[in-house]
């Protein structure tokens, strides 16, 4: 059953539908766009998000060349992802909800332009305060952008099976942005310069801004007043800020040091406090029905199991590759393409698999799958060939990572009216970049910790490393498989079926309880 509405927007929501067109102001769907129109439109804002989730992990092997060009600290250079992590993080719910109340396109575009600038800043920095400044500002843009273009799939497409396919190539291409960040940060960082990872943003930022009006209509919630629940909006963004800076804070101090414990514990006070606010306020920022679906709730809980473990996964045999085995920045970008090749495969597979089996099916499947890619990456040694021991383990995570793409915003929007879609996407898009949080300060200064502890016994460097490694995989693996085992306890199981427009509408019957109209609504079993 749909989340409940004020009978008021329901009647403007209707009434939108109805003529094929969406009514001005409301959140309904849009009109049944030309076929190629809409795809099309679709294909515009998963390349920008490519680019905006690439950008979390595209410094990743540049950074030791940063940090000689502009003289960082070792204690400072963990900015250059914090910064923008931690932004995009603190934010990104608050972007979602702003674009549902003001125009999901006029916020994406405000966030890409904000972005693009903040790109050129990067690549030109002069000075290791410029560049984390300019990260802070480019996580800022993210944050606008990525939850209403997410918030926009629903709308362009309101034919369920349309629509299951479409988030499954959205989610699909988000997560090769992760991959590729890698790819051609070391591509870029061997044959030209760092500053080309930044750079490189531009010409997508341009197009986006140039198609995007000519392919997009605005779209926005009905509501009954134009006021901003202001202690809403200030209690979730800082909370969330707080959270995610305790749990990078993580990385670099103990988790029982004043450091961590207090953003923590801020920030949780913030978030507890803003929900007894948001359950008195008349017109929440958040409405707490929200929160009363399982499948998103639970979706949304297993996504940041999911981003921990392959932020962690990519980050720590990146490490492995160039500290350990010595490869170059170049030669490390490359050796991770089959990564893509089996992420490509299973988003193939779980894209044309999941209308019929459904979304739980797939991602239990993917959550296991997973698992065992990373089990089998515990068996690399210092002197293993890529061969061997890397490829394996790779492809497997690959394959059933894959797999998890497509399904995560499927269950994150799941039965979500056009009035929500933007907070859908911006708490599905902010649980990502927590849970890739949570991958830096627990997995990561797990096997940092572990490696620390082994040299001072007198193990050698490049064993006391792999030994981390090896340990934070295995964690990782029992992560997932405890994700996996909630997916298939939690999750409802929903297929699709083709469903007109109104599906996306509740409306009232004579007797004032809400209904959804015969056949509309998704079949849950």
Request: aromatic content about 8%; charged content about 10%; hydrophobic content about 50%.
């Amino acid at each position: 059953m749909a989340d409940r509405m004020r009978t008021g927007e329901n009647a403007r929501l209707t009434q939108g539908t109805r003529t094929g067109r969406q009514a001005p102001g409301n959140g309904g769907p849009e009109a049944a766009e030309p076929g190629s129109r809409r795809w099309l439109a679709l294909a515009v804002l998963a390349a920008m998000q490519f680019m905006l989730v690439m950008d979390v992990t595209v410094v990743t092997v540049a950074l030791p060349k940063i940090q000689v060009s502009l003289h960082f600290s070792q204690a400072d250079l963990a900015w250059v992802i914090n910064g923008y992590v931690l932004m995009a993080g603190g934010f990104l719910l608050l972007g979602g909800r702003l674009s549902d109340l003001f125009g999901r396109r006029r916020l994406f575009l405000i966030g890409v332009l904000v972005f693009g600038v903040a790109s050129a800043a990067c690549g030109a920095a002069v000075s290791s305060g410029m560049l984390v400044a300019s990260r802070f500002v480019q996580g800022t843009g993210e944050a606008m952008a990525g939850p209403a273009a997410l918030g926009m799939i629903p709308l362009l497409f309101p034919d369920s099976r349309e629509r299951v396919k479409a988030l499954g190539i959205w989610g699909g291409i988000a997560g090769l942005g992760g991959l590729f960040g890698v790819v051609i940060s070391g591509a870029l960082t061997g044959l030209v310069s760092w500053r080309w990872i930044f750079y490189i943003n531009i010409p997508v930022v341009v197009f986006a801004l140039l198609m995007v009006p000519r392919v997009l209509s605005e779209s926005r919630m009905a509501r009954q007043s134009d006021k901003i629940d202001v202690p809403g909006a200030v209690g979730v963004t800082g909370g969330l800020v707080a959270v995610v800076y305790g749990l990078l804070q993580a990385a670099s101090h103990p988790w029982d040091s004043a450091q961590v414990l207090l953003p923590l514990l801020g920030g949780a006070l913030l978030l507890v406090g803003t929900v007894a606010w948001e359950a008195r306020s008349a017109d929440p920022l958040i409405p707490l029905r929200f929160f009363a679906n399982r499948t998103r709730v639970t979706t949304n809980a297993v996504s940041v199991a999911f981003n921990a473990a392959f932020t962690g996964y990519v980050v720590l045999l990146t490490w492995y590759m160039q500290q350990v085995l010595g490869y170059s920045p170049l030669k490390t970008g490359l050796l991770w393409l089959p990564l893509g090749v089996g992420m490509g495969a299973g988003m193939g597979l779980c894209t044309g698999l999941m209308p019929r089996a459904g979304v739980r099916a797939m991602l239990a499947i993917g959550f296991f799958g997973t698992a065992a890619g990373l089990v089998t990456a515990s068996f690399i040694h210092p002197g293993s060939s890529y061969l061997s021991a890397i490829l394996p383990g790779m492809f497997v995570f690959g394959f059933f990572s894959g797999i998890c793409f497509p399904g995560l915003p499927n269950g994150a929007l799941h039965q979500l009216t056009g009035q929500d879609s933007g907070l859908g996407s911006g708490v599905q898009t902010a649980m990502q970049q927590v849970g890739s949080a949570l991958g830096l300060s627990i997995l990561v200064t797990l096997a940092i910790r572990y490696a620390s502890g082994r040299i001072r016994t007198g193990v050698p460097p490049a064993v006391a490393q792999t030994g981390g490694y090896l340990l934070a995989f295995r964690v990782g693996a029992v992560i997932l498989a405890v994700a996996g085992v909630l997916v298939l306890i939690l999750l409802e199981h929903v297929i699709a079926k083709p469903r007109s427009a109104l599906a996306e509408v509740q409306v009232q019957s004579p007797a004032g309880t809400p209904r959804a109209d015969a056949g509309d609504s998704d079949q849950i079993r």
